[in-house]
């Protein structure tokens, strides 16, 4: 697919999968750095409510080299140049582990409320590039979009007002979520879509596509690291959020040395 029908298909759906796929190599140093990650204290390292179950890594480029190399992989950051149409910086990073049998649920929502509402970002300029650190099948809660209602633009949610802090943005009860009773509605107009494949799928969607996960209910985990590229002419107004769920740092990626190879 050229890059032309790349945009086509992500305008025309709110995702798309990639052409390519992150090497043997890159992908092994990763899932290394995240196993590492894992086993720290820290704030970044969130954990499923009332457990010490990992949930998720947040911002680990700025405080991890391979990280930080991943988030100027030519795989990842040509996608999101070429979705975006223009020079991006990384706006958030996270790695969302679902353990085996332990792994809870992401409530239907979209990402853009969180960054509409918390953050002041002016558009929904920005991508979410998926990487999957292991392959992502039916029953390890995979991530299920709703094609095509990112043209929704915000739909009803849980409101405007802002969540009380932020970990009510990374744990299995989200603020922002949209109505349990609005789902069977929008799943009748936009066809649900499980995003699976092998460990180093690469998949694009877009910050107003409805999308959620349920529980993993397998004995495989399934750990998939999240990159979000936005514009640079898109930086948030409102800078009220830990730096590692909202990088301050506009730079674009182009301009960062090293990548991951
Ligand atoms: C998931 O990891 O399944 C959900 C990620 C997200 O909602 O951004
Ligand atoms: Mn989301």
Redesign the pocket.
């Given at each position: 697919m050229s890059s032309e029908e790349q945009r086509i298909a992500y305008a025309d759906q709110g995702w798309c999968l990639a052409p390519r796929t992150l090497g043997q190599d890159a992908l092994a140093k990763v899932r290394s750095s995240v196993r590492a990650i894992a086993a720290t204290e820290r704030p970044e390292v969130v954990y499923e409510e009332g457990t010490r179950t990992v949930r998720a890594l947040h911002g680990c480029h700025r405080y991890d080299e391979v990280c930080a190399e991943l988030v100027r992989h030519p795989v990842l950051l040509d996608l999101a140049e070429a979705l975006i149409g223009g020079p991006v910086y990384l706006y958030q990073f996270k790695v969302?582990i679902k353990s085996p049998r332990q792994g809870r649920k992401?409530p239907w929502?979209q990402?853009y409320a969180f960054w509409a509402h918390e953050d002041g970002m002016p558009e929904p300029d920005a991508v979410?590039i998926a990487l999957h650190l292991d392959e992502v099948h039916e029953s390890n809660?995979p991530?299920t979009v709703l094609t095509g209602s990112h043209t929704l633009g915000l739909v009803t949610t849980g409101g405007t007002a802002r969540g009380r802090d932020w970990q009510d943005h990374v744990s299995a009860r989200l603020t922002h979520t949209i109505p349990e009773d609005e789902i069977p509605a929008l799943t009748a107009k936009f066809p649900p879509r499980s995003l699976l494949g092998p460990a180093g799928t690469v998949a694009a969607f877009h910050p107003s596509i409805v999308?959620s996960?349920t529980d993993n209910t397998s004995a495989d985990r399934r750990a998939?690291l999240?990159l979000t590229y936005n514009s640079v002419t898109n930086t948030p107004t409102r800078l009220t959020r830990p730096a590692f769920l909202v990088d301050p740092d506009s730079t674009p990626v182009r301009r960062l040395a090293n990548a991951l190879t």
């Open positions: 969302n992401w929502h990402d979410n809660g991530l999308h996960s998939v999240l």
